[in-house]
């Protein structure tokens, strides 16, 4: 049976440390830059996973970074002391939004809020009715015209209790608004030298955000978009090495909305498709 | 004609002013002369005469990654001891823009002195020489050889994060190789920080 179980958590985290300049730097009323919950849902069914949402909320005009290569910043890091028998999957991120600031710096950023999903798994025969609890160190970077670093150990605990439906629906349109995969042969790509070309039919738009380990972009800023359904990226050396083109391929379709999905293409060396 | 050619030429050096600016290993370092908190000039081109080898930070007193390397932890201060006897010169350039975070002359002085730093600061307010290098956070290491080439540029070290200095320091192992006239294994690292407050 699908049900919902909330935690009872320390959450509302305050965010500013001070790290930046000291407290007299801080504008007036700016307590707060960023609040953390989490919530959970699961399993779906019995012996299945449980889905835990980390709710980042922003006050205005600050950002959290994304995953992928930045040029600045650090993105959310959740680090979980787990009780015997359980594992914990990968934090799994919504597409993120370009922010160009002077000096040609180029970041992917959340503002407003980021919920970012992980699956952990019970151990074999765990009943959710046992109830379970172990404390979890969340890790970020905060920034507006100063960057503010925050981090709190919360004890998430997992008390048998029924449906949760703001949980449920803040889990639903979370998953919803993740990267997905292409069909097979999707995108149409190939390499002129160290030129990535790349094609998505119906797109009215393209964008590719590199993801940490992808090739080095010539000019990240002025190819890494462009209106209609093509996109030419430069790629250059990187150690001797050009691409591999790795990340995040965002199509803006022909009614206006965004879909973000998985890209990895080998680089030049190993030759067009 | 003589005035229409003096239009050009300007447009020409406005363009350039404009244009994407950056380097990659391997380039020319761009030179500059940049005046440091104490009011002494430093001028790139004139240690490299010297036959020094230059290491450029790009710096800034309040972003959390600076303090962990220079007031959390001694790294760029303990990286430069190590190797001035060897003939590397190491700066630490401030590219904010004035009115912005950890920028100024005098947030700049008194970082100095809090920090016990054994390298200059030089103040470069209007970015020319932070665009020019393509210096996108702080730190940003740059290492210029004797012979006026970038070397390598990226991150101090290996770990991102704001706490403690990471495994492997990259500058060390780049100025090893350098210093023993090897080719630079790794020359290029994805740097971290935070971003340089450039004017807007």
Same mark, same amino acid.
Request: glycine share 18%.
């Given at each position: 049976m699908k049900y919902l179980i909330p935690f009872t958590l320390l959450a @509302? /985290?305050? @965010?500013? !440390?001070? $790290?930046?300049? $000291?407290?007299?730097? =801080?504008?007036?009323?700016?307590?707060?830059a960023v609040t953390l919950d989490a919530l959970t849902a699961g399993p &779906? =069914? &019995? $012996?299945g996973p449980v889905t835990v949402a980390w709710r980042f909320t922003l006050a205005d005009d600050w950002h959290l970074y994304w995953t992928g290569r930045n040029d600045s910043g650090y993105p959310p890091s959740v680090a979980l002391e787990l009780p015997a028998g359980w594992s914990a999957g990968e934090l799994h991120w919504p597409p993120p939004e370009r922010l160009i600031m002077p000096g040609d710096i180029l970041d992917h950023v959340y503002h407003h809020e980021l919920v970012l999903l992980q699956e952990l798994a019970p151990p074999d025969?765990?009943?959710? $009715? *046992?109830g379970a609890g172990f404390p979890a160190t969340v890790r970020w970077l905060a920034c507006r015209e100063m960057c503010v670093p925050g981090d709190t150990t919360l004890t998430v605990a997992f008390p048998a209790a029924g449906p949760d439906p703001e949980s449920a629906k803040v889990i639903a349109a979370a998953r919803k608004s993740l990267p997905g995969t292409l069909p097979d042969g999707l995108p149409v790509w190939s390499w002129t030298g160290d030129t990535l070309h790349l094609h998505l039919p119906e797109s009215k738009r393209l964008a590719f955000y590199p993801d940490r380990d992808s090739g080095a972009l010539v000019d990240a800023i002025a190819e890494g978009e462009a209106e209609g359904d093509r996109l030419q990226l430069r790629f250059r050396p990187l150690n001797g090495v050009v691409g591999p083109a790795k990340g995040l391929l965002v199509q803006t379709a022909a009614d206006g909305t965004d879909r973000a999905y998985h890209v990895s293409l080998p680089g030049p060396a190993s030759g067009s498709p | 004609m003589r005035h229409r050619n003096a239009s050009i030429i300007l447009l020409v050096l406005l363009l350039a002013g404009t244009a994407l600016a950056g380097v990659v290993p391997g380039d020319k370092a761009p030179d500059f002369t940049l005046t440091d908190t104490a009011g002494e000039t430093h001028t790139l081109s004139a240690y490299l005469a010297e036959g020094k080898t230059v290491v450029l930070e790009w710096f800034n007193p309040d972003c959390p990654f600076i303090k962990k390397h #220079?007031?959390? #932890?001694?790294t760029m201060d303990e990286t430069a001891a190590a190797y001035k006897d060897q003939g590397v010169v190491w700066l630490a350039i401030n590219s904010g823009a004035e009115g912005k975070q950890g920028a100024g002359l005098e947030r700049n002085k008194k970082a100095f002195k809090d920090f016990k730093m054994s390298f200059p600061v030089l103040l470069d307010p209007d970015g020319t020489v932070g665009r020019a290098y393509g210096?996108?956070?702080?730190?940003h290491m740059f290492i210029v050889t004797r012979e006026g080439a970038v070397a390598y540029m990226g &991150? !101090? *070290?290996?770990? @991102?994060? /704001? =706490?403690a200095p990471g495994k492997t320091n990259h500058v060390v192992a780049a100025l090893d190789e350098i210093l023993g006239g090897k080719p630079v294994t790794v020359s290029e690292t994805e740097s971290y920080g935070c971003s340089v407050k450039y004017a807007d």
């Open positions: @509302a /985290v305050a @965010a500013l !440390i001070g $790290g930046c300049g $000291g407290s007299a730097e =801080q504008p007036a009323g700016e307590a707060r &779906a =069914q &019995a $012996g025969g765990w009943d959710p $009715g *046992d | #220079h007031q959390d #932890h001694r210096a996108k956070k702080t730190p &991150a !101090i *070290d290996d770990d @991102a994060g /704001v =706490q």
